[in-house]
């Protein structure tokens, strides 16, 4: 057996200390003060005890160092670390070997604290020495649970505990330290608890959608006015996320644009929506590694600056005609599954012009050629197209010849000859063809 103790330094991140052991054995608990870990099953899997060790000690962020012993059961690792936080064991056991709990003191067995000055008494110091004498004897002078705690700690008896298991959901709530009078003071208390929201989330391979932060207000009655016992403001990401940088940053946003009701007393967290993280492939390419902010993170804080409906984005929409293929609606209001940038199951053509004119540009037509600075002459083309017909509030249909057009002057052009309706009708008297810019090529 491989037992691990810790001992998290800050009061407040037991409770995500312990998440992020599960992260590397499902054998976790807390027994007394500190946190055991048995790790024997998943050695394996993470490379051996040093690996181990370093993922789970040094990789820690944004948890601070705790101090930690190890040994070949929970009871020894924990009387190893009770010695090293004491000074009597300044140096950390080898990792290449289990320590014996013969030369422990008894004063770092939990079940033996009250016994220990009568026990020095009779010349037993360690828990050797306590596991020499009669098994009988000590049972009945010292209680059975001095004995069951020896038998643990040298092997004979399985240790079993009340292990820890995740959340299904991420709730929190912490005491602030003094009365929040404006919502960015809050900032200081979500600081902490979107840090151990990280941790949930990376221990339950899981990004973040949406979040909610509450305060509870301190105040029944302000002004004469009675006010509610809690106030909410939720905060919502476009893609899955761990990057709590950006969740601070967008929860800053948001607060700098809330008010209070009343000072504030405490701060709870909890998450709304939670998906999947999709574990990208990581380039060998310096020039595939993508360096500073993702373009979603800042729409998002642009967002939340300036508000729901003043930043845009494209969405593309099954159309053949060019002008239609898009749309622009609020960043929010874009669907989940299908992003602006995704181009997955529309058309697309490889002819087509990275930039289109607001409005088709009527050109002039001299001996049936058109005109843009000069006349055009046409490389490719007709590309025909007919449609729109169903739509109402267009005049009519669209009906199309597209060429790819040479100007001497503008260079590559997109233009289209207008096929007018009385076209399709024989008897009608002849109308003159219309040409339109559309599209330029850079």
Not at 16 to 32: I, N
Not at 99 to 104: A, I, R
Not at 394 to 405: E, N, Q, S
Not at 430 to 441: F, Q
């Amino acid at each position: 057996m491989y037992w691990i103790a810790l001992l998290p330094l800050h009061e407040g991140e037991r409770v995500a200390w312990g998440w992020h052991a599960l992260r590397f054995t499902p054998r976790v608990a807390w027994v007394d003060e500190a946190l055991l870990l048995e790790a024997s099953a998943s050695l394996r899997l993470w490379g051996g005890r040093k690996a181990l060790l370093t993922r789970l000690l040094r990789e820690c962020a944004p948890l601070a160092p705790a101090p930690w012993a190890q040994g070949s059961a929970g009871l020894v690792a924990l009387g190893l670390l009770r010695l090293k936080l004491r000074s009597e064991h300044t140096a950390a056991p080898a990792l290449s070997s289990m320590n014996s709990p013969h030369d422990l003191p008894l004063d770092v067995l939990s079940a033996a604290h009250e016994h220990v000055a009568t026990l020095q008494r009779m010349g037993c110091r360690s828990w050797g020495d306590l596991r020499a004498l009669p098994r009988a004897g000590v049972a009945r002078r010292f209680g059975a649970p001095v004995l069951e705690a020896l038998d643990m700690a040298f092997g004979e008896r399985p240790e079993v505990y009340p292990w820890l298991t995740l959340p299904e959901a991420f709730d929190m709530k912490f005491e602030l330290l003094t009365l929040a009078t404006s919502a960015p003071e809050l900032m200081e208390c979500a600081h902490r608890l979107l840090a151990q929201l990280q941790v949930w989330l990376q221990a339950r391979h899981q990004g973040v959608l949406a979040i909610e932060l509450e305060w509870t207000l301190d105040l029944k009655r302000h002004n004469g006015v009675r006010l509610p016992t809690h106030e909410q403001l939720a905060v919502r990401s476009a893609v899955p996320t761990q990057d709590i940088t950006h969740l601070r940053r967008l929860v800053a946003e948001h607060l700098s644009r809330t008010g209070l009701s009343a000072p504030a007393s405490y701060l709870r967290l909890r998450s709304l929506e939670t998906q999947a993280m999709r574990s990208d492939s990581q380039s060998l390419l310096p020039q595939d590694r993508i360096k500073g902010e993702r373009l979603h993170q800042l729409v998002e804080r642009l967002r939340a600056r300036l508000g729901q409906a003043s930043v845009r984005a494209p969405v593309q929409q099954a159309d053949h005609r060019p002008e239609h293929m898009q749309r622009w609606v609020p960043t929010g209001d874009v669907p989940r599954g299908a992003p602006a940038h995704s181009a997955s199951g529309l058309p697309c053509d490889a002819l087509y012009p990275p930039w289109l004119l607001p409005a088709p540009l009527r050109l002039e037509v001299r001996g049936e050629k058109p005109h843009y600075h000069g006349p055009l002459r046409l490389l490719a083309g007709p590309q025909r197209l007919e449609t729109g017909w169903w739509d109402g509030d267009a005049p009519g249909p669209a009906l199309r010849d597209y060429f790819i057009a040479r100007s001497e002057q503008a260079g590559l052009l997109w233009v289209y000859r207008e096929r007018l309706t009385t076209a399709l009708d024989e008897t009608a008297p002849s109308a003159p063809v219309r040409w339109y810019l559309h599209g330029v090529y850079a």
